[in-house]
């Protein structure tokens, strides 16, 4: 199994020199302890938690599973102590209110502890992490008693959330949502219904779950606009805070996954449970998309992780494993054969590793500076500056949970590639990485549903493209400070010129032709999504570039300089190697509709 150490010298690389995290930090209003002594300490803490609990328990949680045993999950061996050790020291609550014992610092810095536990241990993060979302929900739409309730346990990590959406007749459509919430006499309602695939609906980790819940009231519309949302916890909440009477609320059933194996995804049946309106009657799908903007973004973040981990695994076998000689002649001559590194097309494999876990990682961290000003707008009370990063993030949720995801997955199957034969063996755990990978794509939206959100509902139909226009004037102001540069920094200024130019092209001919034949939308939106990931990622491997060139010549980086000419190298095989993909992806996109819809529906196959 890879062994996980945290890369702490990307990140500083990204925080400190690239990003101006620092300077960032002082202008937040909830900024102030973020300071650079205490940033080092809370990545040092966490990746010394990461490498040292959690990874240990990534091949084992993954071989042993969960189990059930009538409505009770039982987490696999050495998961319940790593929870107490996360618990105490506070890791939960890093981002969230003072008022209700968290540390109340900036959101960022919460992702970025989220990326490394992600690496070390997907599955083991999946429990704190679901709470997250239940808490950013009960924040923005729960009332001041629902507040002081829930939030005090759920920010210490006392108790978990999660988040109840899909059904066994519907998926991603949940106008089709049949869970029935029926009003009682003392404001609260009964809920039933079955809800499935629900990561950490239940486990042995916390005292208490916390469950965000779609239902619908008795005479409400059909359809999304007929949904309410509720909290419905495992044990009911007494007035003080203490645990009352068990909730009929149970597991009904464990998923058995690809993946993941080690999180406890349930079916749970609700059985007239007690449960507690949150936000307004018939609002809830508003509401929940807040649950679903951060559950994305951190599903993104898997998109890195996997990347990254799959390059840690197989960097270190590239460089010892021998098989024949390099087409370029000997280099280990004392040796029987060359060691694998050595082949251009393992090179390949390993560059593509490298360049999608570090570009993927600047992407992250770029909406997570985002994320921290939406934050601070619900903090100060401020709808205006809220709804505009809102807006800002939304465009890039769609590209950095669809694009990251596929991606990471293409770099976890690398991963087992370098190895040959042995990756395909449990024992080197490449497998398990492809496996937990694959899921990313599927879950919190499919890569399909990610690319009608940002082709349909960002681009065409919120914005009518402005969104993508205001991205590209951020690269074309890039562009235009380097373009005359006789460097490799010139050359992808000059081509981050060139793709703003052709993503607006694109956009409006899209736009243009979609109002004439509806299915464009459909049939372009996948190739559009990855040519806008391939552009993206681009950009911030060309702003990495430029960056590590400054430093250079400065001799001021906090790193060698061979580290700051290692990022120009791979920015230079990003654009030479996968940026390129983007011009097969614009090709399709603009392809006529006809090849994907003429066919009948009875002659896809003739058995």
């Not at 991603?172 to 029935?180: E, I, N, P, R, Y």
Request: aromatic share 8%; net charge neutral; glycine share 10%.
């Amino acid at each position: 199994m890879p062994q996980y150490k945290a890369p702490l010298r990307d990140m500083r690389f990204l925080m400190n020199e690239v990003f101006d995290y620092p300077g960032h930090y002082a202008k937040l209003s909830n900024g102030a302890d973020a300071t650079p002594d205490m940033v080092e300490a809370i990545m040092e803490g966490a990746a010394t938690f990461c490498e040292e609990v959690l990874a240990p328990l990534n091949l084992s949680g993954d071989q042993e599973g969960c189990t059930i045993d009538d409505g009770v999950v039982t987490t696999p061996k050495g998961f319940k102590e790593a929870y107490a050790e996360y618990v105490a020291g506070g890791w939960q609550g890093l981002s969230h209110p003072k008022q209700y014992g968290g540390q109340e610092l900036p959101m960022s810095l919460n992702l970025i502890k989220s990326e490394m536990m992600g690496t070390a241990n997907w599955s083991f993060t999946m429990y704190p992490g679901l709470s997250l979302g239940c808490m950013n929900t009960i924040m923005q739409f729960g009332s001041e008693a629902q507040k002081d309730l829930y939030m005090p346990r759920l920010v210490s990590g006392e108790w978990t959330g999660t988040m109840c959406l899909t059904e066994p007749q519907c998926g991603t459509d949940l106008g089709q949502v049949k869970t029935k919430a029926e009003p009682q006499a003392d404001g609260s309602y009964k809920i039933t219904g079955t809800k499935i695939f629900i990561s950490a609906g239940e486990h042995d980790l916390a005292d208490n779950i916390v469950h965000i819940v779609l239902a619908r009231l008795p005479n409400s519309p059909k359809g999304t606009k007929g949904i309410s949302l509720f909290i419905v916890p495992k044990f009911l909440v007494k007035a003080d805070g203490s645990l009352g009477p068990r909730n009929t609320v149970k597991a009904g059933a464990l998923e058995h996954k690809m993946g993941i194996r080690a999180s406890a995804t349930c079916v749970m049946n609700f059985d007239e449970a007690t449960g507690y309106l949150i936000a307004q009657p018939n609002q809830g799908l508003e509401a929940m998309f807040t649950f679903m903007n951060t559950a994305r973004i951190g599903t993104a973040v898997q998109g890195v992780a996997h990347a990254e981990l799959s390059y840690q695994g197989s960097l270190p076998y590239a460089m010892e494993r021998r098989s024949m000689r390099a087409l370029s002649g000997k280099k280990d001559a004392d040796q029987i054969a060359d060691a694998l590194i050595w082949h251009a097309d393992v090179r390949r494999m390993l560059l593509t590793q490298k360049a999608v876990a570090e570009g993927g990682r600047a992407m992250i961290y770029h909406a997570a500076k985002l994320a921290d000003h939406m934050v601070n707008g619900i903090l100060e009370k401020d709808q205006a500056k809220y709804d505009r990063y809102d807006d800002k993030l939304g465009f890039f949720t769609p590209i950095l949970k669809g694009f990251l995801t596929e991606m990471g997955l293409e770099a976890a199957n690398l991963g087992m590639q370098v190895f040959g034969g042995h990756g395909y063996i449990k024992e080197h755990g490449m497998e398990q990485i492809a496996r937990d990978a694959r899921i990313a794509t599927l879950y919190e939206g499919t890569t399909g549903i990610q690319a009608l959100d940002l082709l349909g509902r960002k681009v065409l139909l919120a914005t009518r493209g402005q969104c993508v226009r205001d991205f590209t004037k951020e690269m074309l102001g890039f562009a235009a400070k380097h373009c005359l540069d006789g460097d490799p920094v010139g050359r992808m200024a000059r081509e981050m010129a060139k793709r703003a130019v052709q993503w607006n092209v694109i956009t409006t001919r899209l736009m243009l032709r979609a109002a004439k034949d509806r299915d464009t939308v459909s049939s372009a939106c996948y190739d559009y999504l990855m040519y806008s990931g391939f552009v993206t990622m681009g950009y911030f491997w060309a702003q990495q570039a430029q960056k590590a060139k400054e430093l250079l010549n400065s001799g001021k980086g906090q790193e060698p300089a061979e580290f700051y000419k290692a990022k120009i190298q791979t920015a230079e095989f990003y654009f030479e190697r996968l940026l390129p993909r983007a011009d097969g992806h614009k090709k399709a996109m603009l392809a006529p509709t006809r090849a994907v819809m003429q066919m009948d529906n009875e002659h896809f196959s003739f058995s």
